[in-house]
């Protein structure tokens, strides 16, 4: 859908800094620093997911979908994903803000 591709962009794409996809410096572009929860991420994938889960979700993400997220972030590893923690940050914000639950969460 659009509303994914748009979510794709605005994460993997749009960080600070980003030189590629849309320009960085614009006022209408989105910017999401995603170093700030890098640390987080790379150390514990769970307690991610849990901050995610109170920002994004009010604390309300149900166990089922945690532990999908939190396995999929630990089978991230620093051999594949470089940098690991911003890597896994990405990952977590592309899956949850695409999932159903964060789309009818209320």
């Known amino acids: 859908t659009s509303l994914a591709n748009l979510l794709f962009y605005e994460v ?13 410096d614009s006022p209408t572009t989105l910017q999401m620093i995603e170093d700030v929860d890098a640390a987080l991420a790379a150390s514990n994938p769970g307690a991610l997911v849990d901050r995610y889960s109170l920002l994004l979700m009010g604390g309300q993400m149900s166990p089922f979908m945690r532990g999908i997220l939190v396995a999929r972030l630990n089978q991230m590893t620093a051999a594949d994903y470089d940098p690991l923690g911003r890597s896994r940050v990405q990952e977590a ?12 969460q209320k």
């Open 12 to 24: 993997f794409c749009n960080y600070t800094a980003s030189q590629r996809c849309w320009d960085a």
């Open 93 to 104: 914000l592309y899956l949850i803000l695409t999932s159903p639950e964060y789309s009818i």
